[in-house]
């Protein structure tokens, strides 16, 4: 079964630990993304932009309707997310604690993705 494991950190925090801390945090990320290579259980993962790149998409009166930003003001902004594939949540659990976000206040979000097939639920070609 496939896993998001989305990661929430705390841009402002990030930004202020001391730059050999942050060093380290990101040789730790290169480290547990070789090892879920490895072990087989990465597919997919990358670091998004910060939140002040976002734009948000609604639609209101009929008419898509844009804001600059993400979509809720939050404290800990969604930064960045590894698709995994695992036997059960408690494996998916198991690599999620080893991020390394989790050791410097930040949290990863654990969610099963809806098993589809290529092509499924698309609507016929024109």
């Given at each position: 079964?496939?896993y998001?494991?989305?990661?929430?950190?705390?841009e402002?925090?990030?930004?202020?630990?001391?730059?050999?801390?942050?060093?380290k945090?990101?040789?730790?990320?290169?480290?547990?993304t070789?090892?879920?290579?490895?072990?087989?259980?990465?597919?997919?993962?990358?670091?998004?932009?910060?939140v002040?790149?976002?734009?948000t998409?609604?639609?209101?009166?009929?008419?898509?309707?844009?804001?600059?930003?993400?979509?809720?003001?939050t404290?800990?902004?969604?930064?960045?997310?590894?698709?995994?594939?695992?036997?059960d949540?408690?494996?998916?659990?198991?690599?999620?604690?080893?991020?390394?976000?989790?050791?410097?206040?930040?949290?990863?979000?654990?969610?099963?993705?809806?098993?589809?097939?290529?092509?499924?639920?698309?609507p016929?070609?024109?």
């Amino acid at each position: 079964m496939q896993y998001l494991l989305m990661i929430y950190d705390e841009e402002k925090a990030w930004a202020k630990l001391p730059a050999d801390v942050r060093a380290k945090l990101s040789q730790d990320y290169a480290e547990f993304t070789r090892e879920i290579v490895k072990s087989g259980h990465f597919r997919a993962g990358a670091q998004l932009k910060p939140v002040s790149t976002a734009t948000t998409v609604r639609e209101q009166g009929g008419k898509r309707l844009t804001t600059d930003g993400p979509f809720a003001e939050t404290k800990e902004q969604f930064g960045g997310y590894y698709l995994v594939e695992c036997q059960d949540l408690d494996e998916a659990l198991s690599l999620a604690e080893r991020i390394p976000s989790v050791r410097v206040g930040g949290a990863v979000e654990v969610r099963p993705l809806v098993p589809t097939s290529p092509g499924a639920n698309l609507p016929p070609a024109r």
